[in-house]
DNA sequence: CTGTTAGCGCATTCAA
DNA sequence: TTGAATGCGCTAACAG
């Protein structure tokens, strides 16, 4: 490996030329440029990242702490993983990746302290995460994909869970249904304080308290045998739903089989209509999913964006950003069925 | 943050006292080293990652180079990008992500001569890949995952899909298939060399051809759509197939459906079972699919496990690994259909 | 426009 | 058992 000063020495020029020639801090003659940038041609030389590094403070490289990139079978994870490290490649950065869960903040704060990251970015946040704590004391810049509970003066990327529940809701509603139930993730990620599985409950239950409607809603472990389960707990407890909105892919199967073998049609007896999924998810159902998907790459892509703003300018605040899923049409939603048990309920 | 300067003052020693106290690699009085100690963690001070890089020409980085993170809606590639991210952590290093195809080798060189990574790692290798010419001609170990071409003096894991075929075939026929078809990966995977594709189609025509069984294979478009389509076209082919092997997650949901359509019951008519497939894929199947699944987490345990030790003593050789699909009971594979048809075909 | 040089933070050789 | 000094390869003053 040839180092800076076999290059000034084959070129007849200084190091701090050749240094110079390469960053263009400082103006260089044409010819002299051009006699450095020849031998470095010549003589296959690659700047030494390490001792850059070490001279610039400044590692050009990003730290992604991920505890799940195959939680269920979203490609959503390895989505944003992938989105994330291109986008920093782009921008001459790497992407080193750190699986870290949130009780291991004091992990993040042993790496933190080596330097080898300018920023980090967090997926898969809690509402009350200690590794967001431990970044914020040792001022490195970072942003989450997700929010902690308190999210001014956090730095993060989030999808818009409320703006894309409204969006279903008006949808369905659009469509004439009013008794909507919804499949949420696991009880232990909603107690666990998991962004989305919170997020969403929330906003479910608000969305259709508004308008009037009961807000019908189940946790359900991540399996398409638990969401049958669940199906049929829901249909117990509203046998005349119209809609099932599922925020869990593999609880989906589950309610797709569940309904199949009660004789109800897809969607002209209920539909079903699935969020924050992974793209792609809605082809492997019969009849195909309708869902909204999680804006994965596109976040991935932001939050590689909001850093390095944050770090090219430390002073200037960045604005948080609130991506909502895309819809994307399928065949498991229709108009609600009308049937007499569907006018108003009597006092 | 202190360096290690800071740390000898406040202890009252040298610096390359505390730099041996932390290495352990020259005698230290038990007395200065516990002062030495008490000072750091008294400073909270962690060697910088990079200047420990430069001195030792060592990065303590792997390089993973993989294309697709998020192939279909497999758990593989994530699974095993997650994997071998926490077995390298687990012995001190750290993982970075190279996202680049077989096409942008030179970027992969321009990297390597950067010095980040103290080896790579090469997932979805091709049968012929430039980027492996690449490592070779750089002097850098790596290990790859899958196996170009010839495997003979290069470094690979990879999952064993002779074993893994003929433990397939073998199991089908011991419950009496003798028509056996395979829906395999796209013709573009065949044509462009990606492995799997290219030894199952071998491995299935030569193992069926040494039972005296007739070899029904096609490729097919990772999609449920094609599937369905594919799968039509096998039943004209033969219309008295009993079984059904598939190494195409998305495909096989079609193949289902389209059994299904037809009328022919899984598996009282017709058995599927899914190979190379990610854990728990089958769980979505309607009835649970039969797999042979992919060992990626091992996999990925592993490839770091052989780059590790080729780094430490870059002399000694370390073998290949092979390593076959696992087992994993289903519903969707029982004993063939008997009937008229099934008798040897007339000449 | 170009050269000289002092660090960046650590490992390690040479002395003691 | 310990200290002093050199260098890893590069950037960025400082000096012309």
Not at 23 to 38: C, D, F, K, M, N
Request: aromatic share 4%; charged share 25%; glycine share 8%.
């Amino acid at each position: 490996m040839p180092t800076i000063s076999d290059v000034a020495r084959h070129a007849g020029v200084s190091v701090s030329t050749v240094s110079y020639a390469l960053s263009g801090s400082r103006p260089i003659s044409a010819e002299t440029r051009e006699r450095v940038l020849a031998s470095m041609k010549l003589l296959g030389y690659h700047p030494n990242a390490m001792a850059r590094s070490l001279a610039t403070r400044r590692s050009r490289v990003i730290a992604m702490i991920y505890p799940e990139v195959d939680r269920g079978l979203g490609g959503t994870g390895g989505e944003f993983v992938r989105a994330s490290a291109e986008r920093a490649r782009e921008l001459g950065y790497q992407l080193v990746l750190w699986p870290f869960r949130a009780e291991e903040a004091r992990q993040v704060r042993n790496l933190v302290r080596q330097g080898t990251a300018d920023g980090v970015l967090v997926m898969e946040v809690l509402l009350d995460d200690e590794r967001i704590d431990v970044l914020e004391e040792a001022g490195i810049p970072y942003t989450m994909i997700g929010r902690t509970r308190d999210v001014t003066s956090r730095h993060s990327v989030d999808i818009d869970f409320e703006a894309t529940v409204e969006a279903t809701i008006e949808h369905l509603v659009g469509l004439g249904h009013r008794r909507i139930a919804f499949v949420n993730h696991s009880r232990e990620s909603l107690e666990a304080g998991y962004g989305p599985t919170v997020r969403v409950a929330a906003a479910f239950d608000r969305v259709m308290s508004e308008r009037g409607l009961r807000p019908l809603a189940r946790t359900c472990s991540d399996s398409p045998l638990d969401g049958r389960a669940v199906m049929g707990d829901l249909l117990a407890a509203d046998p005349h739903l119209t809609a099932v909105v599922t925020m869990n892919e593999l609880a989906t199967f589950g309610v797709f089989a569940e309904l199949q073998r009660r004789g109800l049609a897809i969607p002209a007896d209920v539909s079903v209509m699935g969020i924050v999924s992974s793209p792609g998810v809605g082809t492997l159902s019969n009849p195909q999913l309708t869902t909204m998907h999680s804006p994965g790459a596109e976040l991935g892509r932001l939050a590689v964006d909001r850093l390095l703003t944050q770090l090219d300018d430390s002073s200037r605040p960045v604005p948080n950003l609130l991506i909502p899923c895309v819809f994307e049409p399928g065949l498991s939603v229709g108009p609600a069925r009308t049937e007499p048990d569907d006018a108003p309920q009597r006092p």
